[in-house]
Nanobody
Framework: QVQLVESGGGLVQAGGSLRLSCAAS????????MGWFRQAPGKEREFVAA????????YYADSVKGRFTISRDNAKNTVYLQMNSLKPEDTAVYYC?????????????????WGQGTQVTVSS
């Protein structure tokens, strides 16, 4: 069982930056691949980024590639999402997810554990 708690969301102007954090409980965090997803009002939850258990492999949605960076610190049981050059269309609730497999995946169904989400609002 893994519990996930996101933090770091907020209101930022277009072009600004935010760093989201996701703190995980459990001794097996380092064996899980982790992902970030987001859901905007009236839209389905969509994949943003994922990272393998070791951090050696990452995967991004085309819409955020070059602007967002996912990373992890297994000693701190934490995964991060650095978001730069934010756009109004990045406004959403951002969710952290854990997958009990070492390799990355980009679909909702591949992840077993989810956090409660953190709101990111980008003003124009």
């Amino acid at each position: 069982q893994v519990q996930l708690v996101e933090s770091g969301g907020g209101l930022v102007q277009a072009g600004g930056s935010l760093r989201l954090s996701c703190a995980a409980s459990g001794r097996t965090f380092s064996s899980y691949a982790m992902g970030w997803f987001r859901q905007a009002p009236g839209k389905e939850r969509e994949f943003v980024a994922a990272i393998s258990w070791s951090g050696g492999s990452t995967y991004y949605a085309d819409s955020v590639k070059g602007r967002f960076t996912i990373s992890r610190d297994n000693a701190k049981n934490t995964v991060y999402l650095q978001m730069n050059s934010l756009k109004p269309e990045d406004t959403a609730v951002y969710y952290c997810a854990a997958r009990p497999r070492p390799v990355v995946a980009g679909t909702n169904g591949a992840y077993d554990y989810w956090g409660q989400g953190t709101q990111v609002t980008v003003s124009s």
